[in-house]
């Protein structure tokens, strides 16, 4: 079953859960599905891969973080914590990212392929270890590792 087809049976779920909370998120995936579709000049029922679906969660987790953090930041801990949460249920669809170590074996593979020994091929490198990880690892955390590594 795709991403897209199991959202929509666990709004289903919600509904009949009566889980508020969650059915909003929920809908909100699902309505950043369809302008996902719509966007790309294909009919609104049409069925997103999985990963388009995926660059759309990750892509409404980001905004997630962002907005609580500006709201910590306005002192709105209240809306902070709304927001967080919704991270949470996102991220439940997400594929397990990697590890910071998973990254580190991968990153010092593709420098000796590469053959890469100061920074200033720092972006060529990042480029190449998140497409080796394959859309499985933040790209926080490969820029860390990579510049533990050239640093």
Do not use: W, Y
Request: with cysteine; aromatic share 2%; hydrophobic share 40%.
């Amino acid at each position: 079953m795709l991403l897209h087809e199991t959202i929509k049976e666990e709004i289903k779920n919600a509904m009949r859960a009566k889980d508020a909370a969650r059915l909003e998120v929920l809908r909100g995936i699902a309505t950043a599905f369809v302008n996902e579709v719509v966007a790309k000049r294909r009919p609104p029922q049409e069925i997103l891969d999985d990963d388009s679906s995926i660059a759309v969660l990750k892509r409404l987790l980001k905004q997630r973080k962002d907005s609580a953090e500006q709201f910590a930041a306005g002192g709105r801990p209240e809306l902070a914590e709304k927001e967080l949460k919704e991270e949470k249920i996102i991220q439940t669809f997400l594929p397990q990212m990697m590890s910071r170590e998973e990254i580190r074996k991968i990153a010092e593979t593709k420098k000796t392929e590469l053959g890469i020994a100061d920074k200033s091929k720092m972006g060529q490198f990042i480029g190449a270890v998140m497409k080796a990880c394959a859309g499985k690892a933040d790209g926080a955390d490969v820029k860390a590792v990579a510049e533990e590594l050239l640093g």
